[in-house]
């Protein structure tokens, strides 16, 4: 067990030196040489010296003072630890987040693509409305065509039933 460890700040009275020419009401600024640091009583032997647990507390102070070199290389060692640990959490989300940009820079250039696709499309389209207009009265003249050729037809087949009653009576008068 360390005996330094027994030895709280509390431990110790701090108490004022008798006032150097001023009054404590004065506003004088102190400095700690104007302090007493003393270990109460109790820490001290009877022939009025410090205790054995006093020097103790003073030889252990080379060892605290190691100690407190010791935990500040640790909290240095800790907080580097702790930076490269969130160093390395963010990284992974950045690398997603520049993966993300990519992606949305290819979706962007295939959306152009497909805008200019359309476009075209579009031109397409309207050329062919243009063409079935331009084609309209034509489309007209044919239907105007098929309705004389069934006409023409229709007079064929009477002109045909005719022919064949003409040679059945010319054959009626030549032969008989």
């Known amino acids: 067990r360390d005996p330094g460890r027994h030895f709280h700040p509390s431990h110790f009275r701090i108490q004022p030196v008798a006032t150097m020419g001023g009054d404590d009401a004065s506003g004088e600024a102190r400095t700690i040489a104007d302090f007493d640091v003393s270990p109460p009583p109790r820490y001290l032997s009877k022939e009025?010296?410090?205790?054995?647990a006093a020097r103790a507390a003073e030889t252990s102070k080379s060892e605290r003072d190691e100690a407190v070199a010791e935990a500040l290389s640790t909290a240095r060692d800790l907080f580097s630890s702790i930076a490269a640990a969130v160093s390395g959490e963010f990284r992974i989300p950045a690398l997603e987040y520049k993966l993300l940009g990519k992606m949305?820079?290819?979706a962007s250039e295939k959306y152009n693509h497909m805008a200019d696709f359309t476009s075209g499309l579009?031109?397409?389209?309207?050329?062919l409305r243009e063409k079935e207009a331009s084609l309209g009265p034509l489309a007209s003249q044919i239907e105007g065509l098929e309705v004389q050729l069934d006409e023409l037809e229709a007079l064929v087949?009477?002109?045909?039933?005719?022919?064949?009653?003409?040679?059945?009576?010319?054959?009626?008068?030549?032969?008989?």
Not at 48 to 52: A, F, I, P, R, V
């Open 104 to 106: 949305n820079k290819v």
């Open 48 to 52: 009025g010296g410090e205790s054995e």
């Open 122 to 127: 579009a031109v397409f389209v309207e050329s």
């Open 157 to 176: 087949l009477q002109l045909d039933e005719y022919s064949k009653r003409l040679e059945n009576r010319v054959k009626k008068y030549v032969f008989s």
